[in-house]
């Protein structure tokens, strides 16, 4: 495998995922928004594709206020692969999120986050965020019974 480069970016952009993360759990709309661009495309699979910061606002803030079928999660990311080119990088990580799901309860949902970065100035912000389902199980059920409830 090569080595990092650019290991303090490399870094720097999953210290910024982990930020998106956190801030999700915590329900905080601006803080989210803050380490967008503005051209931030958010892809949630079958639970939504989001354009440019209007479109994701109006997303989270409907999160938030439990109308979007998902009331809560609890974001936890493992196995960070990041590779950073210049002023733009790609980080990947393993998801899973113990989520409070309408009309199911409790649920587990895993897959896989990509994120792509852009450094504008100095700063590293979240230019594309996409999540590839892999399971979307009722916890009791678990994900061998119910591997996608969508």
Do not use: Q
Request: glycine share 8%; hydrophobic share 40%.
């Amino acid at each position: 495998m090569k080595e990092i480069e650019d290991p303090a970016a490399a870094l720097t952009v999953s210290n910024l995922a982990h930020c998106y993360m956190l801030r999700m759990d915590k329900h905080n709309v601006d803080g989210v928004l803050e380490l967008m661009t503005d051209d931030c495309v958010l892809d949630y699979s079958d639970f939504g594709r989001y354009d440019g910061k209007d479109e994701l606002r109006e997303f989270l803030e409907g999160y938030v206020e439990g109308e979007t079928g998902i009331l809560d999660s609890f974001h936890l990311a493992i196995n960070p692969w990041i590779s950073v080119d210049g002023d733009t990088a790609t980080g990947r990580w393993h998801f899973l999120d113990l989520g409070h799901v309408e009309d199911m309860g409790a649920a587990w949902l895993a897959g896989f986050y990509t994120i792509d970065f852009t450094k504008e100035g100095d700063e590293w912000f979240i230019n594309k965020l996409s999540y590839e389902a892999k399971y979307f199980s009722p916890y009791d059920d678990g994900w061998v019974e119910t591997p996608m409830a969508i």
